[in-house]
């Protein structure tokens, strides 16, 4: 049984059917409801049931969080403010959720919130990557055409699109049909996808009714401007400053902006793949857990696959000892600076690290993820020694306060959520130590936004004395105070049994215990705008 929102839910099984009653507080339970889809699979389960309106489902208010087997309110497992309890609701799926997670969908909208949605195959079929498959089917039931093709050297068909056959830009789109920030074209080409259905197949080299959005590019500005007009917070939601993503599932963009991509080669599958084909692979639990990324892909041997002159003296280029976290090209070029499913993920736009992006964006730069107890004035020093980039004037805190504690505090709470992940990385930890983090991690215990608590928490597992703290992130906020209380009196504890440095950029005294006016200060500057990191 579970309570959310004043309502309580009760599930029943039935032979192999699912279902659910739902009672209003002070009232009875309804008929059972069916549990008809579930869409998620290696993080997060989210469940759909009937709605009695036709074809349109109603989402079941409860996620399923897979690595901590717990149950938890949709809205508290993706970045969203407190006050909005049901965001995702009833025709949300046929609305929006299904023109990425179906195979060739049509929402096919009634009137008010009634849908009469079709599919072709639930779930991300062939035809999805491979476009429409019956013409190749009924070529290939001749089997002396199938040993021809295998026996040729080229063993291309021309009767179905293979994305590794294809230049890297089309091969790209085929992910991006889905994994980027689109818009349609104009209103016929919205009620054509709605009614019939996307008209993009892989292999073309736009997505036809609809356009992908990159905010500062010269393309589809009357479309762009109309978007900044009716939605103020549609790119602030979705992208930094600077036109950069910073919420997953939305990769192509960042693809298709890095200048790798440039070169015509450079695609999703240089280093993922959807099928286990390649050499090495182990297992499959392994490849879903690591993305779906091919053997070595990774490590450096992915950027090595171009850069290959890099290989021969890494160390002149990164500056750091070559078996160093420093000297991988992920951390550097891709470091985790966006966020979904409750977790920091890697950037796919490949860039460099410069302090601008931090002082004007407040995009936390790669040096400082790792190197958390530093300040930007050391970053913009190391930068501008090693690289020659420009060493830009910056605040007093800038130059005093490590870039870290300034995010976890007066950030918003799409960066409070990286830094929050961030300080349970270990190559953060080996690098900046481990001993300072604990009242930050223990502070963020309570903050408003359940996804920066969730990170919270799971870094505070990672420290020593804490990893079997159990911690209800979705509790009400008696329980968090209490347990941030519990926690931090466990911390300061140790702290006086063992003789603990603590760098005075971290803004904490010498006993661990916060400098209360640098504290204060920074958490009454605290952006607390309302963020939705749209998914």
């Known amino acids: 049984d ?13 032979g192999d059917k699912f279902f659910v009653r739902v009672r209003p507080e002070g009232g009875s339970y309804g008929e059972p409801r069916q549990i008809v889809l579930q869409t998620g699979s290696h993080t997060l389960k989210i469940l759909w049931l009937e709605s009695g309106q036709g074809r349109t489902l109603q989402q079941f208010p409860f996620a399923y969080i897979i690595p901590e087997k717990i149950w938890a309110p949709v809205t508290q497992t993706f970045l969203i403010p407190p006050d909005l309890k049901e965001y995702y609701s009833l025709g949300a799926w046929n609305g929006a959720c299904m023109d990425c997670h179906v195979t060739q969908g049509q929402s096919r909208f009634v009137e008010g919130n009634r849908w009469d949605s079709q599919v072709a195959e639930f779930g991300i079929a062939c035809e999805a990557c491979h476009s429409e498959g019956r013409q190749h089917i009924d070529q290939n039931r001749n089997p002396i055409r199938r040993f021809t093709l295998h026996l040729t050297t080229n063993k291309t068909d021309p009767t179905i699109t293979n994305p590794s056959r294809l230049k890297g830009a089309d091969s790209a789109l085929d992910c991006g049909q889905c994994h980027s920030v689109w818009a349609f074209n ?3 080409d919205k009620i054509d996808f709605n009614r019939h259905g996307s008209d993009f197949r892989p292999g073309a080299h736009d997505l036809a009714q609809r356009f992908v959005v990159q905010p500062n590019a010269p393309d589809h500005s009357e479309q762009k401007d109309f978007i900044r007009r009716s ?20 990769e192509f963009n960042g693809v298709q902006a890095s200048p790798c991509f440039r070169g015509g080669e450079f695609s999703c599958i240089s280093c993922h793949e959807m099928h286990l084909d390649s050499p090495g692979q182990t297992s499959v639990q392994r490849w879903a857990r690591t993305a779906q990324l091919k053997p070595k892909m990774d490590s450096d041997a992915a950027c090595l696959q171009c850069h290959q002159t890099m290989a021969t003296n890494i160390t002149a280029h990164t500056h ?25 993920i890697r950037s796919h736009q490949v860039s460099s690290p410069t302090v601008k992006e931090s002082v004007d964006y407040g995009r936390p730069n790669a040096c ?19 690289y020659h980039r420009p060493v830009p004037q910056l605040a007093p805190d800038d130059q005093n306060i490590a870039a870290a504690v300034q995010w976890i505090l007066k950030g918003d709470a799409g960066q409070r959520a990286l830094i929050a992940w961030g300080m349970g990385w270990e190559s953060a ?3 900046a130590g481990r001993d300072w ?3 930050y991690l223990i502070y963020s215990l ?13 870094s505070l597992q990672t420290l020593p004395g804490f990893s079997d703290f159990s911690f209800t992130y979705t509790a009400a906020d008696d329980y968090l105070r209490e347990m941030s209380a519990r926690a931090y009196e466990t911390w300061l504890r140790a702290v006086g049994e063992r003789n603990v440095t603590i760098r005075p950029e971290t803004a904490l005294d010498s006993d661990g215990r916060f400098k209360q006016d640098t504290f204060q200060r920074l958490r009454g500057e605290r952006d607390n705008k309302p963020i939705i990191l749209a998914e």
């Open 231 to 250: 939605e103020p917070d549609f790119f602030s939601n979705r992208f930094w400053g600077d036109g950069m993503i910073r919420v997953t599932g939305r």
């Open 2 to 14: 579970l309570t959310f929102n004043g309502r309580e839910y009760k599930g029943e099984r039935r």
């Open 186 to 188: 104009n209103m016929p």
């Open 320 to 344: 750091h000892d070559k078996n160093s976290s420093g000297s991988r090209c992920y951390n550097c070029h891709m470091p985790r600076t966006t966020f979904g499913l409750l977790h920091a």
């Open 437 to 439: 983090l604990y009242p």
């Open 429 to 431: 930890q080996q690098t």
């Open 368 to 386: 400082n993820l790792c190197h958390l107890d530093q300040t930007l004035a050391w970053t913009a020093e190391k930068l501008g020694a090693w």
């Open 446 to 458: 309570n903050d408003p936004y359940a996804a920066v608590r969730f990170d919270a928490w799971k």
